[in-house]
């Protein structure tokens, strides 16, 4: 510890640590192992790493908490709002808000990667989160003459570069579309990489609504509920109840598992880019 070094302390964790001045709030929180969401990778675009500063005095901890003991509302922020709306009061972009001083650091729910859900609708229990595939925006350089990298090698090397992970590979169905989805001049895209290991979604841009679909197969009916993995929310249903004896004959066949899903879908999630499609995560 330093002695210019302030004291963090995040809630409802409770893990705190000592850093400089200056230092962002999410790269503290991610060296103290605090779960905290992010999508853009820290580039103020995707929201999800809000928190908000308690103000007050915590004996049991030595800080004296005030929102003065974090930097002013930034440039980025001031965008991120102009584009998003308004955060709600007291909530800042961790990932652009650093420390000037000790500080108490709460982190919403909807902030938590991990965090508990209760759902309601289907049956009443709790559902910790924890997505098999996850989203990861990054942006690749342009390949050159002096250096001839293909797109995919840029692809792998950025998302290793920005979020640490290693050893992918890409679902062969998405080797055209990386092409595809590097439509903005930023070059920037999202990634849907499923257990860390493989590829299986690029978009153009943010794309922050991650969907997977739960395959239900029973004796005699089938069922896949479109899922919001951010959320857990149940967007969709749709079953097919069929004799077992014709189940079990057809079921080589991906038309029974759901054929008139991509309508449904598309009924949806009109805008979904690729609604007609079993989305990230589900079978292609
Ligand atoms: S990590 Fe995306 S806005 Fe902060």
Redesign the pocket.
């Known amino acids: 510890m330093g002695e210019s070094d302030v004291k963090v302390l995040f809630m409802p964790s409770g893990r705190r640590g000592f850093f400089p001045r200056g230092t962002p709030l999410?790269d503290a929180a991610r060296s103290l192992g605090v779960d905290i969401?992010?999508?853009?990778?820290?580039?103020?675009?995707?929201?999800?790493?809000?928190i908000s500063c308690v103000t007050g005095s915590f004996a049991k901890h030595q800080i004296e908490s005030d929102v003065d003991h974090l930097s002013p509302f930034c440039a980025t922020e001031v965008k991120?709002v102009e584009r998003k709306g308004p955060l709600k009061e007291g909530r800042r972009?961790?990932?652009?808000t650093t420390l000037l001083d000790d500080a108490v650091i709460d982190v919403p729910a909807e902030s938590q990667v991990h965090r508990q859900i209760v759902r309601k609708e289907m049956e009443s229990r709790d559902i910790r989160l924890d997505p098999a595939t996850r989203l990861y925006?990054v942006q690749i350089g342009e390949p050159t003459l002096e250096d001839p990298r293909g797109e995919l090698q840029l692809l792998i090397e950025a998302l290793e570069a920005d979020w640490g992970v290693t050893g992918l590979t890409l679902a062969h169905s998405q080797l055209q579309q990386i092409q595809a989805a590097l439509t903005r001049e930023d070059r920037g895209v999202t990634v849907a990489i499923y257990q860390e290991r493989l590829i299986t979604g690029i978009w153009p841009g943010l794309f922050e609504q991650p969907r997977g679909i739960a395959i239900d197969v029973g004796s005699t009916t089938v069922a896949a509920h479109l899922c919001d993995l951010k959320t857990g929310e149940v967007l969709g249903l749709c079953r097919r109840d069929e004799p077992a004896n014709s189940l079990w004959r057809r079921s080589d066949e991906p038309s029974l598992i759901c054929d008139d899903a991509p309508r449904r879908c598309r009924a949806a999630h009109p805008r979904h880019p690729r609604s007609n499609q079993w989305p990230i995560g589900g079978v292609e």
């Not at 972009?93 to 652009?96: A, D, G, Q, V, Y």
């Open positions: 999410l969401d992010s999508v853009c990778g820290g580039r103020g675009l995707c929201g999800r790493c809000q991120f972009l961790s990932c652009h925006y």
